[in-house]
Structure formats: C-alpha cells, structure tokens
C-alpha cells in the first residue's frame, strides 16, 4: 500500500541529497585531506630530520653497516686505484663536506652494476658498473656524483623514516646502544633506496663540478649515463634504483652549456681498472 507523502516533497528529494549523504562527504573530504596532511607532514620529517642527524651518529652507523659490505669486498689493486682516483675529487669538495669525514671506495667484484654511498663515508663500486666505463673521466663522474649524495645527505634519506626517527632519538639521549640492531635493519634498505629525478640532478651537478675542477675540463660526464640509458630495459640494479638516464644526460648538457664549461681529451683508465 503506497505511503502518501505531503505535497512537495518527492521533489525536494530528487533535486537535492538527503543532509545525511553530504555530511558523510564532508567526514570522508575532511578524513582525505587530514590522510594527505599526515602523509605529507611525515616525508616532510623525513627529509628534515637528515639535516638533524649528527656526523657523529652517522658514523656510528657506520662503524654496524660498513663491516657487512667490507667483508664482501677485497683488498685489490682496483680498490688502491679507484681510492687514489676518489682522493683527487676530495680537494675540490666544499670545507663543510670534506672536514672530519673520511671518504673511501669498497670495490665489490661482483657483477652488479651500481654505485652507493653508505653512511661511514664508504662509496661501495661494483665490478659490474666498473666493467661498464671506458674512461678515467666517467668514473670519476660516478665517483663524484656519489660524493653528491653525501652532500645532499640522501644515503640517509635511504633510511626508513622509522629508522631516522630512531637514530635522532638516540642523538638526542646520547644513547647509541640501538645502533647495531638499527644498522641490520637498514642494510636491504640502503641497497635498494630509490632515488628522485631531483636527488640525482643535484648529485649529479656536484659530480659535474668536482670533475671539471679535477680535470679543467666536462669531457666524459655524459658518458656513463649515456651508456646506460642505452639498455633501459635491460634490468640492472642502477636502473632500478635511479630514474631514467635519458634526462640526466639532457639535465648535464644544459649544465655544461650554462657554466661554459669545456670538454677536452679523455684519459683512458688506469690499467688496474681495465
Ligand atoms: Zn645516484
């Protein structure tokens, strides 16, 4: 049996929703835009909290992490070669990222082809990226672009947020007694840390800069990249862990073009490197 309603009102219904249905709109817009508030206070924190880190704390975490790579690498001719090449980028590093730190290459002969910086000043070289280069000049691309990232301090960005949190926490109460268990929990994440575009161009201007001051000269900072972005698609691990080479290449040539920087004779590599 049909109900009957008062005059107007089957209208009112169709045109306009019930107060019940835009009041659950306004919850679910207010509890989105506080998700996304949240989200972004987070990441916000994240990348704060690397500037807030201490030297100090950075190298305890080191003294935990850097053992687990060293124990894969081996004392070689290569790992003597690629660190006299890294101790000629240093000079040119700016005061503020070269006192009190003590940058060295761990040459892993593994046929991984990627580069890191890890915390305790390591840069960690695989065979697998070494075999790639062709040119003193790239390599130290490679090499300086890494110091770039210790610059920017994104071999910690590498970390877990939960991870920074810890580790300030422990800066702030002078306790380092959770660091080892810290330190375990971060190995995967630094070998797999995924960087920005941005990250990447600003490591890269560093690499740039500190490879025209060592040599006068930008030959060979487009070089490796441009290799790479020749097999996109082929899997390797820098590729998984960098954005696409394809405008980095384009990022550098800009760069080269805007300091007017000059692009002479390439060395070829050291023969320990060949
Ligand atoms: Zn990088």
Do not use: C
């Not at 659950?24 to 690397?50: K, P, R, T």
């Not at 487009?222 to 980095?248: C, M, V, W, Y």
Request: charged letters at 15%; aromatic letters at 6%.
């Amino acid at each position: 049996m049909p109900i009957e309603l008062p005059p107007g009102t089957a209208a009112y219904s169709n045109k306009t929703p019930p107060p019940s249905n835009r009041q659950l709109f306004i919850l679910l817009g207010l509890f989105l835009a506080g998700l996304a508030l949240a989200i972004g206070l987070a990441s916000w924190l994240a990348g704060a909290l690397v500037w807030v880190i201490p030297t100090s704390v950075e190298q305890q975490l080191g003294r935990a992490i850097v053992p687990f790579y060293a124990a894969q690498a081996e004392p070689s001719p290569a790992q003597d070669t690629l660190n006299q090449l890294l101790d000629r980028l240093e000079p040119h590093l700016p005061t503020k990222q070269s006192a009190g730190r003590d940058y060295q290459v761990l040459y892993i002969p593994d046929s991984t082809v990627n580069a890191l910086a890890i915390p305790g000043d390591r840069i960690i070289i695989y065979q697998g990226l070494l075999d790639k280069t062709e040119s003193e000049n790239e390599l130290m691309m490679v090499l300086g672009h890494e110091l770039g990232h210790f610059a920017n301090r994104d071999h910690l960005r590498g970390l877990s947020r939960q991870v920074l949190l810890q580790l300030s926490l422990s800066a702030l109460l002078g306790d380092f007694g959770s660091i080892g268990a810290i330190a375990t929990n971060s190995i995967s994440a630094l070998s797999n840390a995924q960087f920005s575009q941005r990250q990447e161009q600003l490591a890269d201007r560093v690499g740039l800069t500190l490879l025209t001051q060592a040599y006068g000269h930008a030959a060979g900072a487009t070089d490796f990249f441009n290799r790479l972005n020749q097999e996109e698609r082929s899997g390797l691990a820098i590729l998984a862990s960098h954005p696409p080479s394809k405008k980095r290449v384009r990022h550098l040539k800009r760069l080269i073009e805007q300091q007017g920087y000059q692009l002479g004779e390439k060395v070829p590599l050291p023969k320990t490197l060949r």
